[in-house]
């Protein structure tokens, strides 16, 4: 199997970088800007996987990070949990959680943060003031919310000296999760306040396959943190 990754770097598919390495396969990376266009003219979206098996002439395109991770996995039948076992239905929760549900609300105070910085200055105090209420009014309380949910769940399994989010296993929900958590560790003030989550980033970080994903991904932290700090002002 034959597998090219389109890259941005700090971008979502730094995940994806991630999941080759923790799955041992090869892989050409090719890394753009965000202005890159694919051949019909399109914004090329990231992370784009292509992917063609060895007696196939047909070329596979997947472009969401969830079913890219999904399709790997199930194929390479690694870093998923299976329906027999005890910690199926978390894995089945927490792999669609951080992007169906975690990701949308971290967003949106990056897009509100962003329309306030561009907002020409005389008429700034507007969108700065209706950014500050929907935060406090809506945003705020449900990222609270999701946080606290996360570190529960994970205070629990540690209390069973487990890890993960499904327990013993490593997974690729973990590998999900990841980025919206590492995103809301400098959005959210009050992050330090969950000391699983702080924990469970930690033990991310000990993992080579991790580390490795950082180098070839171009990954950089300040730059990272400091576009998800405006959101928390």
């Known amino acids: 199997m034959k597998l090219k990754l389109h890259h941005h770097p700090n971008s979502r598919s730094q995940r994806i970088v991630w999941l080759l390495e923790e799955l041992q396969l090869d892989y050409q990376l090719e890394i ?29 395109r997947l472009t969401e990070t969830s079913a890219i991770a999904e399709y790997l996995c199930q194929k390479q039948q690694k870093l998923i949990i299976y329906p027999n076992q005890q910690d199926y239905w978390n894995f089945c929760f927490y792999q669609h959680y951080a992007d169906a549900s975690f990701m949308p609300n971290l967003a949106l105070k990056q897009v509100f943060s962003q329309i306030a910085q561009q907002t020409p200055w005389l008429v700034r105090f507007v969108s700065i003031a209706f950014k500050a209420a929907f935060n406090k009014g809506y945003l705020n309380p449900e990222i609270q919310t999701q946080l606290q949910i996360l570190n529960t769940h994970l205070e629990k399994n540690h209390a069973k000296n487990q890890i993960w989010l499904t327990g013993e296993d490593f997974t690729y929900a973990d590998i999900l999760l990841w980025f919206p958590l590492q995103a809301s560790a400098y959005a959210y003030p009050d992050f330090a306040h969950y000391p699983a989550l702080v924990n469970y980033l930690q033990q991310i970080k000990s993992r080579p396959a991790f580390q490795a994903s950082l180098q070839k991904g171009q990954w950089s932290t300040d730059l990272f943190q400091n576009y998800w700090q405006i959101t928390s002002k």
């Open 32 to 60: 753009h800007s965000t202005h890159t266009k694919n051949e019909n003219g399109q914004p090329l979206k990231f992370p784009t996987l292509l992917i063609q098996d060895n007696d196939a002439q047909n070329q596979l």
